[in-house]
């Protein structure tokens, strides 16, 4: 109804105007919209949320108190490996459930129990960055994204039949990702960041080639993207952390097919870029047809029932 839809603009846009994460409030506000239809068509059904990498539980602790009229709502739970922040979601949702481990542990999740939405909000990024393999100096590819459908699979496992899956995540470009562009910096500070960023990029090596002039570069497509969604940490605090994570490991269309093999029907996908105008700030693409990537991937998707 039009008066609830109101409603929950209002809610939220009170709620979440002190959460910067564009990509968080994405997740959340889809989220709520499912939560929204599922107690409207069957309100005796249970919505109990399940959220893999909870971090500090702003996702799952906001979506819990928005909707704590809906039934089996506070049964829900959160899984984060840091203990600091277990320790600040116990304190901030003392009524909520939240565990302290590896989600990608088989048998932790088997302990768990059963929900009707899964969410993995920035989640499966850091399981394909732990793909680092030493002797390669940089993520094993194939072997990373093999464990990244393994955890989809598990996270499938734990919901109940006609479940969901809310993902909210970084997007590789599609095509071959090892075609060389070439790029200006529009200032010297844009240029010494990038080689700040080719320096201490920790999940890659990046490789790039000087010209003539010297406020361009060469490199490959896919050290382009890592180094464009890159760029706003670079100089602040964040590069400490963001400098250890690939944010990329699908495209689109493996996305798809991921999902399809966990057995999951997409009801619906959408793309996100919020940072470009940033970007265009920073440098300009000189090879022709070139494009800046596009930044997060959005799916809801349901388990069969």
Not at 70 to 94: A, E, F, M, N, W
Request: with cysteine; aromatic share 10%.
């Amino acid at each position: 109804m039009a008066e609830s839809d109101d409603f929950w603009n209002f809610y939220w846009e009170m709620r979440l105007q002190t959460l910067q994460n564009l990509g968080k409030r994405a997740a959340i506000l889809a989220a709520s919209r499912l939560i929204q239809r599922l107690s409207a068509q069957q309100p005796e059904q249970r919505v109990r949320l399940l959220e893999l990498g909870c971090g500090e539980a702003q996702i799952v602790g906001a979506l819990v108190e928005g909707h704590n009229q809906v039934r089996g709502i506070g049964q829900s739970c959160g899984v984060d490996y840091l203990h600091s922040s277990i320790l600040t979601c116990r304190k901030d949702y003392p009524g909520m459930r939240f565990v302290e481990g590896d989600f990608t542990d088989p048998a932790l999740l088997a302990g768990l129990g059963q929900f009707e939405m899964v969410l993995l909000v920035n989640a499966l990024h850091e399981v394909f960055t732990a793909g680092f393999s030493q002797a390669l100096g940089e993520i094993d590819v194939p072997a990373a994204k093999h464990r990244v459908e393994q955890s989809l699979a598990g996270a499938v496992e734990r919901l109940t039949p006609g479940g969901w899956v809310v993902l909210f995540d970084g997007l590789e470009m599609p095509g071959d990702l090892r075609r060389e562009l070439r790029i200006r910096f529009l200032s010297v500070q844009a240029r010494a960041h990038f080689k700040m960023f080719a320096r201490e990029y920790h999940p890659f090596r990046i490789t790039y080639r000087e010209t003539e002039d010297p406020f361009c570069v060469m490199l490959s497509q896919r050290d382009f993207t890592r180094y464009i969604t890159k760029s706003i940490f670079l100089g602040k605090a964040l590069w400490r952390t963001e400098r250890l994570e690939s944010y990329q490991y699908f495209n689109e269309t493996e996305f798809c097919a991921a999902f399809a093999r966990a057995g999951l029907e997409i009801r619906d996908l959408s793309t996100l870029t919020v940072d470009q105008d940033k970007w265009q700030r920073t440098v300009e693409l000189e090879t022709p047809a070139a494009a800046f990537p596009i930044e997060h991937i959005m799916i809801l998707a349901q388990k069969a029932s």
